[in-house]
């Protein structure tokens, strides 16, 4: 028997603690999981479920008006009810939940539903009792961060944003990543005048140069107001309302504020910074490729690693800490390599492997593709939106480096083009594929002509 109450006690109850939870357990580890907020992490919670479906919501406005192209006749027009939202993600929330809860009562996992403190390389507090852990596994993940300006306590983090009592007329964002265009475009879509405020030239920093300003051309035909290089100066409050200060001098009244600013590790108060171990310079834990700290015994993955911060990221790092350590079969360590992503603004935007500019500074001599064209659906619709794909191509061996999207259901197209990339096809196995007609994602197997060298 083992000296300690179990083999791997998880902290934090997120997509990956759960993963790494069940499939040790599986192997016949004793498993326990700590958590003291919800289950499914920010993902299920506050992140890509219900951010999903806000966007789904918001496509509607879009859809209504395609619809009179195509002979329908709305009875009147349509209202957007923000509660009717806000309630039903509630409920689907909750549904999610139990299913986690189940799923870890299926796997024989002991859930403790506290916050764990780390006392030593074995044992960790949990309300006031010390329980022992051969190995601890730290799963909890990001928290929002606000930057410190005058009137900061009036905005909103991306924990809050989904669930406001009352629907923002006007609604801004601070911020350049993921987060902040998917909202600025959301609230747009459910009617609201929405501004993002970013102090660069151009959001999404990292991606692909030509897809970021396709992107912000889209947006901005759209409707969304983008102000690039200025910042918040300070926020005061406007009756109801707030007075946005920006740092270039312009002032704007808005209904609502959402920092999305960024996450860090949600570490405060996990006892972690009392044993010393080793961080990376952002903050974040620094471990080895089998998922060990800097005190071996002490694991952890997912966000709080400075990895990329995405769901499937995190369970496949899961996946591969449980080999490592509860196995007689250790993995290779993981592929960081052709991650394929996607961004849920409107248009959205899928991508896999290299940005042509990265492409460029590592093969030197690279081919470009680019489609950018009216989708058919909009030669009935109306709609001025584009649709933008592009594929990169190392010179010497043809291989695809890099596949890029804005449009209609960029990621789902995304997911099979990753595949491919992944695998390290040429672009004549692109080429010689059939492309299945008629359809926008065709054309990643019918572009034939070089746009650049």
Same mark, same amino acid.
Not at 26 to 44: I, N, P, S
Not at 312 to 323: D, I, N, R, S
Not at 330 to 355: D, K
């Given at each position: 028997?083992?000296? =300690?109450? =179990?083999?791997?006690?998880?902290?934090?109850?997120?997509? @990956?603690?759960?993963?790494?939870?069940?499939?040790?357990?599986?192997? @016949?580890?004793?498993?326990?999981?700590?958590?003291?907020?919800?289950?499914?992490?920010?993902?299920?919670?506050?992140?890509?479920?219900?951010?999903?479906?806000?966007?789904?919501?918001?496509?509607?406005?879009?859809?209504? /008006?395609?619809?009179?192209?195509? @002979?329908?006749? #709305?009875?009147?027009?349509?209202?957007?009810?923000?509660?009717?939202?806000?309630?039903?993600?509630?409920?689907?929330?909750?549904?999610?939940?139990?299913?986690?809860?189940?799923?870890?009562?299926?796997?024989?996992?002991?859930? &403790?539903?506290?916050?764990?403190?780390?006392?030593?390389?074995?044992?960790?507090?949990?309300?006031?009792?010390?329980?022992?852990?051969?190995?601890?596994?730290?799963?909890?993940?990001?928290?929002?961060?606000? +930057?410190?300006?005058?009137? *900061?306590?009036?905005?909103?983090?991306? *924990?809050?944003?989904?669930?406001?009592?009352?629907?923002?007329?006007? %609604?801004?964002?601070?911020?350049?990543?993921?987060?902040?265009?998917?909202?600025?475009?959301?609230?747009?879509? #459910?009617?609201?005048?929405?501004?993002?405020?970013?102090?660069?030239?151009?959001?999404?920093?990292?991606? /692909?140069?030509?897809?970021?300003?396709?992107?912000?051309?889209?947006?901005?035909?759209?409707?969304?107001?983008? $102000? %690039?290089?200025?910042? &918040?100066?300070?926020?005061? +409050?406007?009756?109801?309302? =707030?007075?946005?200060?920006?740092?270039?001098?312009?002032?704007?009244?808005?209904?609502?504020?959402?920092?999305?600013?960024?996450?860090?590790?949600?570490?405060?108060?996990?006892?972690?910074?009392?044993?010393? &171990?080793?961080? *990376?310079?952002?903050?974040?834990?620094?471990?080895?490729?089998?998922?060990?700290?800097?005190?071996?015994?002490?694991?952890?993955?997912?966000?709080?690693?400075?990895?990329?911060?995405?769901?499937?990221?995190? #369970?496949?790092?899961?996946?591969?800490?449980?080999?490592?350590?509860?196995?007689?079969? +250790?993995?290779?360590?993981?592929?960081?390599?052709?991650?394929?992503?996607?961004?849920?603004? $409107?248009? *959205?935007?899928?991508?896999?492997?290299?940005?042509?500019? /990265?492409?460029?500074?590592?093969?030197?001599?690279?081919?470009?593709?680019?489609?950018?064209?009216?989708?058919?659906?909009?030669? #009935?619709?109306?709609?001025?939106?584009?649709?933008?794909?592009?594929?990169?191509?190392?010179?010497?061996? /043809?291989?695809?480096?890099?596949? $890029?999207?804005?449009?209609?259901?960029?990621?789902?197209?995304?997911?099979? &083009?990753?595949?491919?990339?992944?695998?390290?096809?040429?672009?004549?196995?692109?080429?010689?594929?059939?492309?299945?007609?008629?359809?926008?994602?065709?054309?990643?197997?019918?572009?034939?002509?070089?746009?650049?060298?």
């Amino acid at each position: 028997m083992s000296q =300690y109450d =179990y083999d791997l006690f998880v902290i934090g109850a997120g997509s @990956g603690g759960v993963r790494a939870a069940r499939t040790a357990a599986a192997t @016949g580890a004793r498993v326990a999981v700590a958590e003291d907020r919800y289950l499914g992490g920010t993902c299920v919670n506050v992140g890509c479920v219900p951010k999903k479906l806000y966007s789904y919501a918001a496509h509607f406005h879009d859809a209504f /008006d395609d619809s009179a192209g195509f @002979g329908w006749t #709305l009875p009147e027009a349509p209202r957007f009810d923000w509660a009717t939202l806000r309630d039903n993600k509630i409920t689907e929330i909750k549904r999610l939940n139990g299913i986690y809860g189940r799923l870890l009562e299926g796997a024989d996992v002991t859930l &403790i539903n506290a916050r764990a403190k780390v006392l030593d390389g074995h044992h960790v507090d949990v309300d006031g009792k010390t329980v022992s852990a051969e190995k601890i596994l730290v799963a909890v993940g990001g928290w929002p961060w606000v +930057p410190d300006f005058p009137g *900061n306590e009036h905005v909103l983090d991306s *924990n809050r944003v989904f669930d406001l009592d009352t629907f923002p007329e006007r %609604f801004l964002v601070l911020g350049g990543g993921y987060i902040a265009v998917e909202f600025a475009s959301i609230f747009n879509g #459910l009617g609201s005048e929405a501004h993002l405020i970013y102090r660069g030239d151009l959001f999404l920093r990292g991606f /692909d140069r030509e897809v970021r300003e396709f992107t912000r051309d889209e947006m901005a035909k759209k409707g969304v107001k983008l $102000h %690039f290089e200025t910042n &918040i100066q300070r926020i005061d +409050p406007a009756g109801d309302a =707030y007075r946005v200060t920006l740092t270039n001098g312009e002032v704007l009244e808005v209904d609502a504020i959402l920092a999305a600013t960024g996450r860090k590790p949600h570490l405060q108060g996990l006892g972690l910074d009392q044993l010393d &171990i080793a961080l *990376n310079d952002d903050g974040t834990l620094k471990v080895n490729e089998r998922y060990e700290t800097s005190v071996p015994s002490i694991l952890a993955l997912g966000d709080v690693t400075g990895g990329p911060e995405l769901t499937p990221v995190a #369970l496949a790092e899961a996946m591969h800490m449980v080999q490592h350590h509860f196995s007689d079969a +250790p993995p290779r360590p993981l592929n960081y390599q052709n991650i394929a992503t996607a961004v849920f603004c $409107h248009p *959205n935007i899928g991508t896999v492997g290299l940005s042509e500019e /990265d492409a460029r500074e590592q093969y030197g001599a690279v081919r470009v593709y680019c489609a950018d064209f009216r989708p058919m659906k909009h030669t #009935l619709s109306g709609s001025d939106e584009r649709c933008l794909m592009k594929l990169i191509v190392d010179d010497e061996s /043809d291989k695809v480096v890099g596949a $890029h999207m804005v449009g209609e259901e960029a990621g789902e197209v995304i997911q099979g &083009i990753a595949i491919a990339v992944r695998a390290g096809l040429s672009k004549q196995d692109f080429d010689a594929t059939v492309g299945i007609h008629p359809t926008g994602a065709e054309e990643f197997v019918t572009m034939r002509s070089v746009t650049r060298r």
